[in-house]
């Protein structure tokens, strides 16, 4: 089994290009000095991350994206992280980008996050937003 993968819950929703998707994330993973184990994404919708978001996290607000990580070493990557595709969706048409675009930003974000990078800060968001950028770019597909 790949150390990273896709799944759906309550929604029927099939990634493209998962292979470079993949190689994408863990060359991502690895130029950041870290190792990946396993690495889950679970795409969902708006509802589903909600109550996510309420049981886990006490907060009750709609959100593209929950990082939970599991990682028990420091510097290896053990993750579940849960996208809700209505709001990759929704988002896309906001911010006039591909709903592909969207997606990709908010799986690197996650990615990012268990990488050590923050985004409550003003500055730490900029800086969030630049590696979001930089990876993005690097894509290659």
Known sequence: M?????????????????TAVRKWLKDTIEAEGYKLRELNYIFCSDDYLL?????YLDHDTYTDIVTFDNSEEEGII????????????ENAA??????????????IHGALHLLGYKDKSAADKQKMTSKE???????GF
Not at 51 to 55: C, D, L, P, Y
Not at 94 to 107: D, G
């Open 78 to 89: 053990v993750s579940d992280i849960f996208i809700s595709i209505d709001r990759i969706l």
């Open 94 to 107: 906001k911010f006039n980008v591909t709903e592909t675009h969207e997606l990709h930003r908010v799986i």
């Open 51 to 55: 109550k996510i978001n309420q049981q």
């Open 2 to 18: 790949p150390a990273i993968s896709f799944f759906e819950e309550d929604i029927a929703y099939k990634l493209k290009n998962k």
């Open 133 to 139: 950028d930089f990876y993005l770019d690097k894509r």
